[in-house]
């Protein structure tokens, strides 16, 4: 049963335009994250949040910007968009009581940059 | 520095046959460690993951070990079947208070008849 929801689940554009996904979950969880997975497969960490407070931001270009008007909500906008950005975005949720804590994801946005 | 590493980038096997794909990482302490599948245009979804006590995790005829001497979280099931096709990430939780993930690369298993 889908707990994390992801609008679009595609997005077609160009380089240099602007574009923005969106993530909401209903499991009342905490913290919130963006993944992002590439051509290859490889999943990584972007950002992080927990209750609406930026926790973990690894090194992405500037042109990429988290945004959470709730601890349900966190949202994903690309400034001006590069060819190398194109893969799949991935959302999740988890309860920050420990390292335990096991991540829900979303079906992801995959987005083509041409 | 604290990373996953699978060591396979495909795996294919035939049905029936016994499943094994490897996760080793390294970590200045010990952490926490997670499988999680990602079928085909889905999203990935936990597995299983280690415990504290040293139980052994088992969910869907699969189950792991974490070895601390060697630094190990394989995955293992006895006999693959043609459903487990699927990615698989081994993953482990850096600790603190951010609770980010660290991926490996993944590997892919595909199970023929």
Same mark, same amino acid.
Request: net charge positive; aromatic share 10%; with cysteine.
């Given at each position: %049963? ?55 931001? %690894? ?22 968009? %590069? ?32 | 520095?604290?990373? &996953? ?13 016994? &499943? ?16 999680? &599948? ?22 869907? @005829? ?33 600790? @603190? ?6 991926? @490996? ?5 595909? &199970?023929?008849?």
């Amino acid at each position: %049963e889908t707990a994390v929801f992801q609008t679009p689940n595609y997005h077609v554009t160009q380089v240099g335009n602007e574009v923005s996904f969106n993530c909401k979950q209903t499991l009342g969880h905490d913290t919130m994250y963006w993944y992002k997975q590439d051509s290859k497969k490889l999943l990584k960490i972007m950002f992080s949040y927990n209750n609406k407070q930026l926790i973990v931001n %690894e090194t992405v270009p500037r042109r990429f910007s988290p945004q959470s008007s709730d601890k349900a909500h966190l949202n994903l906008r690309i400034k001006s968009v %590069e060819p190398e950005d194109s893969a799949v975005y991935l959302c999740a949720s988890s309860s920050l009581r420990g390292n335990q804590d096991t991540q829900y994801f979303g079906p992801g946005t995959r987005l083509l940059v041409l | 520095g604290d990373s &996953v590493t699978q060591t396979e980038g495909l795996v294919t096997l035939t049905e029936g046959l016994p &499943v094994m794909l490897n996760c080793t990482y390294q970590s200045t302490y010990s952490p926490f460690l997670f499988w999680y &599948v990602q079928h085909l245009n889905e999203a990935p979804k936990l597995l299983l993951k280690s415990f504290t006590d040293n139980k052994r995790p088992e969910h869907q @005829g699969f189950h792991a070990t974490l070895h601390k001497s060697s630094s190990s979280f394989h995955l293992q099931k006895s006999s693959a079947q043609l459903s487990d096709s699927a990615l698989y990430y081994c993953a482990r939780n850096s600790g @603190g208070s951010n609770a980010k993930l660290t991926f @490996g690369k993944g590997t892919k298993l595909s &199970v023929k008849s």
